[in-house]
């Protein structure tokens, strides 16, 4: 395995405070402590992670996450703190605000979303890892095997189905067994780590070559909705004391 030089590490936690559905979710109560928090923890007892900052345009979300030891270098501005705001906005501004204020470019950046709290013990870890030991790899990110195969889903054309895929082998693959058909991933958000040179110089949170780190079927929560949020709550094994 490669060395791993942990001061060109960079966990960032986006958490804006304007999400509706439902309000201040980022914070909302879970298993005793602040949502974030739970992330915060996960990247401060990562071995191979330099600094953990939260990207954030809330007073209240900055000083939770200044509390839980996370950094807290610049605020957010409003205008990258919309609806529809996209990851790749926000991870630029940050980036090229540290290169700027402070000098600091880092080579690796984890993308820790506060609403997938439930992160096994070692994942972070694994995935810069697996990054790293893929040099020419633009990025990594977890997924799970999808329950739903893509083989059988359709878009309208006007009154008719359209098949959205078509296979290569088989003529009519909704009509074949799931068994039969290629397995499909799905990208839970659960980590997803990036290198600097894709964020800026590609101009993309992925890049084209994304490494895969397989995570069990079961491992797929992401907190949406105060539903969600009591779902989670009933699930063991949270990985709070590290990561």
């Not at 979300?61 to 919309?82: D, K, N, T, W, Y």
Request: proline residues 8%; without cysteine.
């Amino acid at each position: 395995m490669s060395v791993i030089d942990k001061t060109r590490v960079l966990a960032l936690i986006p958490a804006r405070g304007g999400s509706k559905n439902p309000p201040d979710k980022n914070i909302l109560p879970f298993k005793g402590k602040p949502l974030i928090v739970h992330s915060i923890e996960q990247a401060l007892q990562s071995r191979h992670v330099g600094r953990v900052i939260v990207s954030t345009d809330s007073e209240k979300i900055a000083e939770i996450g200044q509390q839980a030891g996370a950094e807290v270098s610049f605020m957010r501005p409003a205008e990258l703190a919309g609806d529809y705001s996209t990851d790749l906005e926000v991870f630029q501004h940050a980036l090229r605000w540290l290169d700027q204020h402070e000098n600091y470019r880092p080579e690796i950046i984890v993308h820790l979303r506060p609403t997938s709290p439930l992160r096994p013990i070692g994942l972070i870890d694994d995935g810069i890892a697996r990054l790293v030991e893929h040099a020419d790899a633009d990025s990594l990110r977890t997924v799970v095997v999808s329950p739903h195969t893509p083989y059988k889903m359709w878009r309208l054309n006007g009154d008719y189905l359209e098949p959205l895929l078509t296979h290569p082998t088989y003529r009519e693959p909704y009509n074949m067994p799931r068994q039969l058909l290629p397995a499909v991933y799905w990208q839970n958000a659960y980590l997803d780590v990036t290198r600097w040179r894709t964020v800026i110089e590609k101009n993309s949170m992925t890049g084209d070559r994304i490494v895969a780190l397989v995570m069990p079927a079961d491992e797929d929560v992401d907190i949406d909705s105060r539903r969600d949020l009591a779902r989670a709550e009933l699930r063991p094994g949270i990985a709070s004391a590290g990561a």
